[in-house]
């Protein structure tokens, strides 16, 4: 149920993240979602990307402080309320979410949200309990 | 003013034939007492006999630093512990600091140099002297302190920081004398005038500044925002802390107290002694120390020094203010720091080869900053950002615990401190003096 996720270490640095993208364009790896989390010194890029082993030895050949992280990717109704009908349950299990981001393409007519929690297992089962999919990482690379 | 008129005044002729015994004296005592020193002179064939005149002093060979880590903590002591009653320490190039101890009788002579510099400074029993330099390991705070006790002045020993304690006891305390780091000097000054504190209204007619390098630059700025008169005083753990030498009132130059030490000035790369008024590494041997002698110690600090007459009636040579060092060492708000010392810190945490960087600045608020840049390896780049500040956190902690000092911690992109022939380059200082 895990998906693949890129983690890219940026210093603040202009033109850094043109250069992971023009990296992975040139590879032909496409990126399906994107979130970057900073602080005044660094960030931390994440990305789904078509083909997240070759996305992976692109950038460290490129140099870039790469790692691949497991997320699982949650098909929400795309509605008001949608994401809370995750959140809840989650809450309720005690699990903490480390962050989350969302897809901008659509799978079918629902959205696609990337989560990041310390339980990864507990936190699957506790979603696909209350009958929300989890979308699997072939699928969601080939988005 | 004079603190001790005969020896401050004393003919060069005088001067130099107490030096001659003194040196005698402290040679014998060295060669006796202390292993590391007899086999350092019987290695370069030399005999405290030897020593007939004050330029065979040339001939004995030098002590480092490394030497004082090597006899690390009291292995260079010249009198049993029993005799010492204190200890001081300083940064070393590593983890271990630099000890030196003080009989009684030493932390007597330390009290009375220190004596002669406050007055130097224009400081009288009448004064109320503001000791604003770290009370501790450190020289600085205990130094000042004896030698204001000696002169009969009142102490206020509040030591570095709590900058809006020391400008409410300034006010309060009418205090007359300041004594601190430059650097600390400007950064009160910016702080008063953001409390809106009047500098030009306090009572304080003298500042005593030291244990960093300074210019003339920032002595005129420190007089044109402070009612008080600069002078310079230079000092160092290992000759003694405070009051090896300071400036008299023509401040061209600090008198180096020739009565209890004697100053060179080497080549840094072939050791031959420099005549006077050339530019080159300060090497002090002292002459009246009992539990720490020092023979031809190399302070690794630029300086020169200059025989002519001084209008102040003081016949003790006098030393250029030091403008900078042979080696990597920073100064950074009065604190020695050392980039090897950061490296041991970062080894210490685990990290195998480290490429780190020390940035030193000197912004608007006039207090050194020091930040350390240390490229993220492979395997300490987790995913979650608070994993990484916690990173940041914990090298800045142990920094922190091992030199004493705050510093910034800057995660930076491996490969990006730049190398020249595969070594890093430690050291961006920014601070314009």
């Known amino acids: 149920m895990r998906v693949k996720q890129i983690s890219v270490f940026l210093e603040n640095k202009s033109g850094r993240l043109a250069q992971v993208s023009d990296v992975l364009g040139a590879g032909g790896v496409n990126i399906r979602a994107l979130s970057i989390a900073d602080t005044t010194d660094f960030g931390i890029l994440r990305l789904i990307v078509s083909d997240p082993d070759r996305a992976y030895r692109l950038l460290k050949e490129a140099g870039f402080t790469v790692n691949l992280t497991d997320v699982l990717a949650v098909e929400l109704e795309d509605r008001p309320g949608g994401l809370a009908q995750a959140l809840k349950p989650l809450a309720e299990a005690g699990m903490n979410i480390e962050y989350l981001y969302a897809f901008v393409q659509k799978a079918r007519d629902a959205a696609l949200v990337v989560f990041r929690v310390e339980q990864m297992d507990e936190a699957a089962n506790v979603l696909q309990a209350r009958g929300i999919r989890l979308v699997p990482g072939e699928e969601v690379y080939r988005l | 003013m004079f603190w001790d008129r005969a020896s401050e005044t004393m003919p060069r002729e005088e001067l130099e034939k107490l030096q001659l015994a003194r040196l005698r004296d402290m040679v014998a005592r060295i060669y006796e007492r202390v292993p590391f020193y007899r086999e350092l002179l019987r290695q370069?064939?030399?005999?405290?006999?030897?020593?007939?005149?004050?330029?065979?002093?040339?001939?004995?060979?030098?002590?480092?630093?490394?030497?004082?880590?090597?006899?690390?903590?009291?292995?260079?002591?010249?009198?049993?512990?029993?005799?010492?009653?204190?200890?001081?320490?300083?940064?070393?190039?590593?983890?271990?600091?630099?000890?030196?101890?003080?009989?009684?009788?030493?932390?007597?002579?330390?009290?009375?140099?220190?004596?002669?510099?406050?007055?130097?400074?224009?400081?009288?029993?009448?004064?109320?002297?503001?000791?604003?330099?770290g009370y501790g390991l450190f020289t600085g705070?205990?130094?000042?302190?004896?030698?204001?006790?000696?002169?009969?002045?009142?102490?206020?020993?509040?030591?570095?920081?709590?900058?809006?304690?020391?400008?409410?006891?300034?006010?309060?305390?009418?205090?007359?004398?300041?004594?601190?780091?430059?650097?600390?000097?400007?950064?009160?000054?910016?702080?008063?005038?953001?409390?809106?504190?009047?500098?030009?209204?306090?009572?304080?007619?003298?500042?005593?500044?030291?244990?960093?390098?300074?210019?003339?630059?920032?002595?005129?700025?420190?007089?044109?925002?402070?009612?008080?008169?600069?002078?310079?005083?230079?000092?160092?753990?290992?000759?003694?802390?405070?009051?090896?030498?300071?400036?008299c009132e023509v401040r061209q130059g600090l008198h180096v107290f020739e009565d209890h030490f004697i100053p060179e000035i080497i080549d840094p790369a072939t050791g031959q002694t420099l005549p006077y008024g050339q530019t080159g590494e300060l090497v002090f041997t002292t002459l009246t120390k009992e539990a720490f002698p020092l023979l031809r110690y190399r302070t690794r600090d630029i300086s020169a020094l200059y025989p002519e007459p001084c209008a102040c009636g003081r016949t003790h040579v006098r030393m250029a203010r030091i403008t900078g060092r042979t080696d990597d060492m920073l100064i950074i708000r009065g604190v020695n720091v050392f980039p090897s010392q950061i490296e041991s810190v970062l080894l210490g945490l685990g990290y195998t080869e480290p490429h780190y960087l020390l940035v030193v600045?000197?912004?608007?608020?006039?207090?050194?900053?020091?930040?350390?840049?240390?490229?993220?390896?492979?395997?300490?780049?987790?995913?979650?950002?608070?994993?990484?500040?916690?990173?940041?956190?914990?090298?800045?902690?142990?920094?922190?615990?091992?030199?004493?000092?705050?510093?910034?911690?800057?995660?930076?992109?491996?490969?990006?401190?730049?190398?020249?022939?595969?070594?890093?380059?430690?050291?961006?200082?920014r601070r314009e003096l």
Request: charged share 30%.
């Open chain 2, 44 to 133: 370069a064939g030399c005999e405290p006999g030897d020593i007939k005149s004050l330029e065979d002093l040339r001939r004995l060979p030098f002590t480092t630093k490394e030497d004082l880590r090597e006899n690390y903590p009291f292995g260079l002591f010249a009198v049993p512990l029993e005799d010492v009653i204190r200890v001081h320490a300083s940064s070393g190039t590593t983890g271990k600091p630099c000890v030196v101890g003080y009989t009684r009788r030493d932390i007597e002579t330390w009290a009375d140099l220190m004596a002669r510099a406050l007055t130097m400074g224009g400081a009288t029993r009448g004064d109320v002297i503001q000791n604003a330099y």
């Open chain 2, 141 to 247: 705070g205990l130094g000042i302190h004896y030698g204001a006790e000696r002169i009969g002045a009142t102490v206020v020993p509040v030591s570095g920081g709590h900058t809006k304690r020391q400008l409410m006891l300034m006010q309060d305390f009418g205090s007359t004398v300041l004594t601190c780091t430059p650097s600390y000097t400007l950064y009160m000054a910016e702080e008063a005038q953001a409390a809106g504190v009047d500098l030009k209204g306090l009572k304080l007619k003298s500042g005593i500044f030291g244990a960093e390098p300074w210019s003339e630059n920032m002595r005129r700025e420190i007089e044109a925002r402070w009612p008080l008169k600069a002078y310079d005083i230079y000092g160092l753990s290992e000759v003694m802390g405070p009051g090896v030498a300071m400036e």
């Open chain 2, 361 to 429: 600045d000197r912004q608007a608020r006039r207090l050194d900053e020091l930040e350390v840049w240390v490229e993220l390896s492979e395997g300490m780049f987790t995913d979650a950002v608070r994993g990484l500040e916690e990173l940041e956190q914990r090298i800045a902690r142990e920094l922190d615990s091992v030199l004493g000092i705050r510093a910034r911690v800057k995660l930076v992109e491996p490969r990006t401190i730049p190398r020249s022939e595969g070594k890093a380059r430690r050291v961006v200082d």
